[in-house]
C-alpha cells in the first residue's frame, strides 16, 4: 500500500471521528440519561483533572473547617471565640479574592494555582503541628486561618476562571453543576467524616489529612495546561486600578450586575440558617432537638447535591437568565413553606427542595460569569462573586438572627421567603437584561 496514501487518509480519518463525537453530543438523550448529570465536560482530560483536584479538596477542606472551631472551643469553652474565628477569616478572604480575581487576569492562571494551593497545604502542615504540639493558643489559630482564607481567596478566582479556557461554551452549565455537586457534597460528607475520625485518629491528625490531600491537589493542578492571559492582558498589573475595572465592567454590563444581584437576594433575604437552633429548641423540640439540628442543617446541601445529580434535566437549557430568576423564585417559595411548616419532616423537604433550587442558581449564575464576560475580565469576576457568596450568609445570619428576636424565628422566615420572591420577580421585570440572556 502507498505509504503517502496512508498518511493522507488519516487527518481525514481523525476529522471524521471527530465529527461524529461532536454531532454524538449534540443528539438528545435517551432514556435515563435524559435526568442524569450530564458529564461531557469529563471527556476533557484538562477540565477532568481540575475536577478531580476539587473532589479532594471539598472532602479535605471540611475537615479543617471542623477541626478549627472544635479545637477553639476545646481551648475557650466559649462559643464567642468560635465566631471571632470566623470573622477574622471572613475580611482576607474578602481582601484577597478580589485582588486575586485581578492578579488571575494578569498571570498564569496555572501557576497561580500551583502556588495557592501548595499555601494552603503548608497552612495545613502548620495547623497540624500547633495541634500536635499542645501550643493551645487562639491567637495562632486565627492567624493560620486567616492566611488560609487569603490563600483560598487568591485560588477561587483562578480555579473557577479557568473552566472556560477548558470547556466549549455549550457545556459551561454541565461543568457548574459537576463541580457544584461535589462541593456540596463536599459539604455533607467532609464534617460527617470528621465526626468519624476525630475519635479514631484524634483532632490533630484531620490537619495531617488535609495536608496530605492537598498534595494530591497540587499534582493534578501540576498537570494543567499553561493558562496565560491573552495578548490584551500581558501588560497590565494587578492592583486597585485593575479591581476598581472590574467593578466598572459589571456596572456597565447589566447581566452580570443582574446575575450578582439575584444571589445577594436569594442569600440575604432567604437564608435562614441562623434561626435553626431556635427552631429547632421551639418548634421542633417534640422530635428531639440534636435531630432536629442536624436535620435542618444537612438538608439544603443534600438538596443540592441531588440537584447536582439530577442536574441533566436542565443543564442544556439555554435561555440562563430565566432559569436563575425561576431558581431564585423557587428558593425563596421554598423557604417560606419552611417557616409555615409545623412538621419537622415537612419542613426538611422544603429545605432540600430549597437547595435543589440553590443548585440551579449556582449553575447557571456559574455559566453566565464565564459565558458573558471576556476572557481578561474573568478572574476579577470570579473574585467579586467569592465574596458575594462569602458574605451573603454571613449578612443573612445578622439580618435573620436580629429578625427572628424581634418578631419570632417562623414569622422571620416566612418574611424572608416572601421577600425573596416579591424583589427577584420585581426586579426581573424592571430591568429584561437578565431574563432575555441566552447563549
Known amino acids: 500500500m502507498d505509504t503517502s496514501e496512508s498518511s493522507s487518509t488519516e487527518p481525514q480519518t481523525a476529522a471524521a471521528e471527530k465529527a461524529e463525537k461532536a454531532e454524538e453530543a449534540r443528539r438528545p438523550r435517551r432514556g435515563w440519561r435524559r435526568w442524569a448529570m450530564d458529564t461531557r465536560p469529563l471527556r476533557i482530560p484538562a477540565y477532568r483533572r481540575l475536577w478531580s483536584s476539587t473532589i479532594v479538596t471539598a472532602v479535605g477542606s471540611q475537615l479543617t473547617a471542623v477541626a478549627v472551631p472544635k479545637q477553639i472551643y476545646d481551648i475557650t469553652g466559649s462559643s464567642a471565640w468560635v465566631g471571632a474565628a470566623s470573622l477574622a477569616g471572613l475580611l482576607p478572604l474578602i481582601v484577597f479574592a478580589l485582588w486575586g480575581g485581578a492578579v488571575a487576569d494578569t498571570m498564569d492562571r496555572r501557576k497561580l494555582l500551583l502556588i495557592t494551593n501548595s499555601g494552603i497545604a503548608v497552612t495545613s502542615v502548620l495547623f497540624w503541628l500547633q495541634a500536635v504540639s499542645g501550643l493551645d493558643s487562639v491567637a495562632v489559630l486565627m492567624v493560620l486561618l486567616a492566611v488560609r482564607q487569603a490563600f483560598w481567596g487568591l485560588n477561587a478566582p483562578a480555579r473557577n476562571a479557568s473552566i472556560a479556557r477548558l470547556v466549549p461554551e455549550d457545556q459551561l452549565p454541565a ?35 488535609d495536608a496530605l490531600a492537598l498534595c494530591v491537589t497540587v499534582w493534578a493542578v501540576y498537570r494543567l495546561p499553561s493558562l496565560p492571559p491573552l495578548a490584551s492582558a500581558l501588560a497590565r498589573r494587578a492592583g486597585v486600578r485593575e479591581i476598581v475595572a472590574g467593578f466598572r465592567y459589571i456596572s456597565a454590563h447589566k447581566v452580570l450586575l443582574l446575575s450578582f444581584l439575584a444571589d445577594i437576594i436569594a442569600m440575604v433575604f432567604g437564608m435562614p440558617r441562623a434561626l435553626f437552633p431556635q427552631l429547632a429548641s421551639q418548634t421542633y423540640a417534640p422530635y428531639g432537638e440534636g435531630l432536629a439540628l442536624g436535620l435542618l442543617f444537612a438538608a439544603i446541601p443534600i438538596g443540592a447535591v441531588v440537584g447536582g445529580l439530577f442536574s441533566g434535566t436542565f443543564s442544556r437549557a439555554r435561555r440562563h437568565g430565566w432559569m436563575v430568576i425561576g431558581a431564585v423564585v423557587a428558593w425563596g417559595a421554598a423557604i417560606t413553606g419552611f417557616g409555615l411548616s409545623d412538621s419537622l419532616w415537612l419542613a426538611v423537604l422544603f429545605l432540600a427542595v430549597a437547595g435543589v433550587a440553590d443548585m440551579v442558581s449556582m449553575v447557571f449564575r456559574g455559566a453566565i460569569l464565564l459565558s458573558a464576560a471576556t476572557d481578561e475580565m474573568r478572574g476579577r469576576m470570579q473574585g467579586v462573586f467569592t465574596v458575594v457568596v462569602a458574605g451573603g450568609p454571613r449578612l443573612a445570619d445578622v439580618l435573620h438572627g436580629t429578625a427572628g428576636s424581634a418578631f419570632g424565628a417562623r414569622t422571620a422566615v416566612v418574611g424572608g421567603g416572601l421577600l425573596v420572591v416579591t424583589v427577584m420577580l420585581s426586579l426581573a421585570f424592571a430591568v429584561p437584561a437578565l431574563r432575555r440572556y441566552r447563549i
Open 175 to 209: 461543568a457548574s453543576a459537576l463541580g457544584s455537586t461535589v462541593m456540596q457534597t463536599g459539604q455533607v460528607v467532609g464534617p460527617l467524616l470528621a465526626g468519624v475520625l476525630i475519635p479514631v485518629i484524634g483532632l490533630p491528625e484531620l490537619y495531617l489529612v
